[in-house]
């Protein structure tokens, strides 16, 4: 195992820059996610480093040694792929084997290897099948066996549930991170589903336009975004953003409601600011006391209500766990707990 | 692959050059055996014998050999066989290539649908690809033939003819008995690729379309062919250049006549180089067969451009 | 669902035509073949004679040069199919695989060589073989004719490559294979059935090839199949029954070839066809 540290990484297709100056530093052992909209940049970042394309400017190291001209074959990482790649002519033993053959290691430690791998994942009655007599979640296995049979230096993921349906990406979900558990294996992980990132991160690098956009854990993400784009992409429904003006101590809103802040920000009066607030956050009161909305959608998961609003002709969610919330007229008034909520400057930056 | 790419853009003052050199000669190496076979025997000598359009070169004449300028192009504007060669051979590559397109588009069609030994009948019904073409040429003219070959007694049987005589030596029907022997044998072509096409086309748009009410010449009309459409351009056109080129059928069945009713230009090269052995005349025919063919392949690729560029 | 069964009908009928098309002059030339000679015209448009001889067939084997002619067609066939594979594999992947700016121009040279009369290369060739004593040669044959199919072949093994993911690749880079050992032991294995059509359709044209072998060569030692043939019909143009006897004997081993192929053939071009 061990760490790896990317410096002002640089990617460029031609004059099409796709990664602007990516630092990052990744502990021996950390599970990092790279989360974000296609297009961000994540893959390619994760390609770089598994040595699958050249870095334009910047540099790569793993284990404190420069990789950036190193063929992938010497970087000894493994890689899962969406697509699984699994060798279609080859059998799951060979499958997971293939890398060692390729490093000439000797048949029983081989077969040791294989075993081990095939017991812990639950292939071994599958061992002699080809990938094509496999069911996707079984490929998905493979191809997770095939990587941790080699004991590599840092794993790498490159959406690897994305294919599986939603009861099999939760269960693997759960394994992908109870092997990280075991093995304590420096892991990059890339996906554009938020709450992928949030279950399996140790840290979750938040991307968008080839740019870092924050990098914490994932409750420092969730309670804490550093900007606009971080604050909407995480959490599911995502959070509510509200014009507002800043005004010494508390904002105004577009139509004159005065919200008091807990902190108060370096900001000057007048300047225009971003109000955040998460639908979970946000409190439903019937007294009349705050502001008034009108119902327009009721979605019930089961768990709880995701209620979608007009409040004041803008789109507003409400999410909450009350099961009386279905049974709300077309009007309630809603109020948000100062503690709650994410106040951010023109920049897009957050201010509190 | 980004690779060469990249390689070539990003990082040049750090990345040492031989492994630049490496990867960039890596695609040259890997395509250098095809490469130096096909400049050696083919374009050196395509160089070579498009000299010798301007060159005096008769292979029993040792006085042969000097440059003559534009002489054999003069001589070939005033060739009347040569333009009765072009005429026979716009006739012969139109009517091959559009029946051989219309009956391998049929058959394509009918073998695009599941059913019980679909594979064995595939594989029979391609079969006159794999006769050489000279024998496919013997094998006609012997069919044609009337002492031994069953087509002119059924022909005489229909009414169609006066007696059971060798329509390859009837100066008004004698092109016709290449033209089907060509046809037999691409037939295949033609089905191999648009199978090939039809079997691309997603199915659910079909099922689509007949959720929508689409009747089976609606859903051809709308979904298959212009889902073929693109296919059937590029074979045509490299069928069309590939006939207008191959005279193997004629020169085995007819050798030109009779009084050359059915000399094409290729195989009137052909008699040019190897009945009269002047090798300087064929060569300024082929150069002339060469530019009109690159000529038709332009318009063919603009028209294309135009149309594509209309949608 | 009820259907007409009157569509099934046609669509059977018009298979049967076309397999009836197409076989009928290889069943004739069979015919003729296997019908002794005092029937051949008494009984000519019989389908079938009503005594059958192999007396032609024996004929041809033993009286004449073409077990020769078979044995050099095999070699020169078989040679070229081998040597068009390996090369078309290579520039086939290159094509497939790499984006560098001379590609095109590639790709424009090997369509440039599908124009224009081949009648045009026979001087011009065979002044450049002479010398090289590659003339009246097998060996000069093979070299000629590999030159004519690489480009086909070039472009019917990208079509295949095109078809295999390249995460394949990548997965086995990773898996610490170089590209030419990842090529070697995860693509070109995958690619076996677009080989086995490329062998296939190279072999197919070898095997037939009428003109080269006829300029190239003289004499009987170093003649193929198609020259013996056709030299052998001029000789004996009134002897039907041994010209056919000779000709489905240079049928078959293209046939078997070819039957053997086609399906890969269809799976090649769709492979093809699905990414362009």
């Known amino acids: 195992m061990a760490s790896i540290q990317i410096e002002k990484l640089e990617k460029s297709y031609g004059h099409v820059s796709v990664l602007h100056g990516v630092d990052l530093n990744i502990e021996d052992g950390e599970f990092i996610v790279l989360v974000g909209p296609s297009g961000c940049g994540k893959s390619t970042l994760l390609r770089m480093i598994a040595g699958l394309e050249d870095v334009s400017r910047g540099e790569i190291r793993i284990a404190g040694n420069r990789v950036n001209d190193l063929h992938p074959k010497d970087r000894d990482i493994a890689m899962v792929f969406q697509s699984y790649a699994l060798y279609p002519h080859m059998t799951v033993a060979q499958n997971m084997s293939y890398s060692l053959r390729l490093r000439k290691i000797a048949k029983e430690k081989i077969a040791a290897a294989v075993s081990a791998a095939a017991s812990k994942l639950g292939l071994d009655p599958l061992l002699e099948r080809r990938p094509k007599a496999l069911s996707g979640g079984q490929r998905q296995r493979v191809a997770m066996g095939r990587a941790i049979v080699r004991q590599p230096k840092a794993f790498l993921f490159d959406e690897p549930l994305s294919n599986l349906d939603a009861r099999l990406r939760e269960q693997m979900r759960a394994e992908i991170k109870k092997m990280h558990g075991d093995l304590k294996a420096t892991s990059i992980y890339v996906t554009h589903d938020q709450i992928e990132a949030m279950t399996l991160a140790d840290r979750i690098v938040a991307m968008h336009g080839g740019v870092v956009q924050q990098v914490g854990s994932p409750l420092e993400l969730y309670d804490r975004p550093a900007n606009l784009f971080v604050a909407g992409f995480i959490g599911s429904p995502g959070m509510n953003f509200l014009a507002a003006t800043y005004s010494a101590g508390s904002v105004i809103l577009a139509n004159g409601t005065r919200i008091a802040l807990e902190t108060v920000p370096a900001l000057a009066p007048g300047e225009s600011v971003t109000l955040g607030i998460r639908p979970e956050h946000v409190v439903v009161v019937n007294d009349g006391s705050g502001m008034q909305a009108t119902v327009e959608l009721v979605e019930p998961t089961g768990f709880g209500i995701i209620l979608h609003l007009s409040l004041h002709g803008l789109p507003f969610k409400v999410f909450t766990l009350d099961r009386g919330a279905l049974n709300y007229g077309s009007q309630i008034s809603v109020r948000f707990p100062s503690q709650y909520l994410h106040l951010f400057d023109s920049s897009e930056e957050r201010v509190a | ?311 | 669902m009820k259907r007409s069964i009157l569509p099934t009908i046609a669509h059977r009928l018009a298979i049967l035509c076309y397999v009836a098309f197409a076989l009928f002059p290889l069943f004739w030339l069979l015919k003729v073949s296997v019908t002794p000679n005092d029937l051949l015209y008494s009984e000519g448009v019989r389908l079938w004679p009503s005594r059958t001889t192999w007396d032609h067939y024996a004929f041809v084997l033993q009286h004449s040069a073409f077990p020769t002619f078979f044995k050099n067609s095999v070699i020169v066939a078989t040679s070229t199919a081998v040597v068009v594979t390996v090369c078309a594999s290579l520039s086939g992947y290159a094509l497939s695989r790499f984006s560098f700016r001379a590609k095109y121009v590639i790709i424009a040279l090997m369509l440039l060589t599908q124009m224009f009369p081949l009648v045009m290369l026979v001087a011009p060739i065979f002044k450049i073989l002479s010398p090289l004593g590659l003339t009246n040669s097998l060996t000069g044959l093979v070299i000629v004719y590999t030159a004519f199919n690489v480009p086909f072949a070039t472009f019917l093994m990208q079509s295949f490559f095109d078809g295999i993911p390249k995460d394949l690749e990548e997965a086995a880079m990773i898996d610490g294979a170089t590209k030419f050992i990842a090529f070697r032991q995860i693509i070109l294995p995958l690619t076996l059935p677009g080989i086995a059509a490329t062998l296939g359709f190279v072999f197919t044209a070898a095997w037939s090839e009428l003109l080269f072998a006829l300029m190239l060569i003289n004499g009987n030692a170093a003649a193929t199949f198609p020259v013996g043939l056709l030299t052998f019909v001029s000789k004996f143009s009134v002897d039907f029954g041994q010209m056919m006897a000779a000709g489905i004997m240079a049928l078959i081993p293209a046939a078997l070839f070819f039957l053997l192929i086609q399906r890969y053939l269809v799976q090649g071009l769709t492979a093809g066809a699905v990414k362009g």
Do not use: C
């Open chain 2, 1 to 311: 692959m980004t690779n060469a790419v990249g390689t070539m853009r990003g990082h040049q003052s750090r990345k040492p050059w031989l492994k630049r050199l490496a990867s960039a000669s890596e695609p040259w190496l890997y395509s250098a055996p095809s490469l130096i076979l096909i400049v050696a025997v083919m374009l050196v000598p395509l160089v070579v014998g498009i000299s010798y359009a301007f060159r005096d070169i008769q292979l029993l004449n040792p006085f042969s050999g000097g440059f003559i300028g534009l002489q054999h192009f003069r001589d070939l504007a005033k060739d009347a066989a040569f333009y009765t060669a072009l005429k026979n051979t716009l006739w012969w590559t139109g009517a091959s290539v559009v029946l051989q397109f219309f009956f391998g588009l049929v058959l394509a069609l009918l073998l695009d649908k599941p059913f019980w030994g679909r594979g064995i009948v595939q594989a029979l019904v391609f079969l006159p690809w794999a006769v050489p073409s000279f024998l496919a040429g013997l094998n006609w003219a012997w069919l044609f033939n009337p002492v031994i070959g069953p087509i002119p007694h059924w022909l005489f049987a229909l009414g169609l003819m006066d007696q059971p005589d060798n329509i390859l030596s009837d100066p008004h029907y004698a092109m016709w008995g290449p033209i089907v022997a060509n046809v037999w044998w691409g037939i295949p072509f033609f089905a191999i690729t648009l199978l090939a096409a039809l079997q691309a086309i997603p199915r659910d748009l079909y099922e689509a379309a007949s959720i929508d009410g689409a009747n089976w010449f609606q859903r051809f009309w709308s979904i298959t062919l212009p889902f073929l459409a693109p296919t059937i351009a590029i074979t045509v056109l490299l069928r069309t250049v590939w006939i207008s080129n191959f005279a193997d059928l004629i020169v085995v069945m007819t050798g030109g006549g009779p009084a050359d009713r059915t000399q094409i230009v290729a195989s009137y090269i052909f008699t040019q180089a190897f009945k009269r052995l002047d090798f300087g005349y064929a060569s300024a025919i082929a150069l002339v067969l060469l530019v009109l063919l690159l000529a038709y392949s332009m318009l063919i690729v603009l028209l294309r451009q135009t149309l594509l560029n209309k949608d």
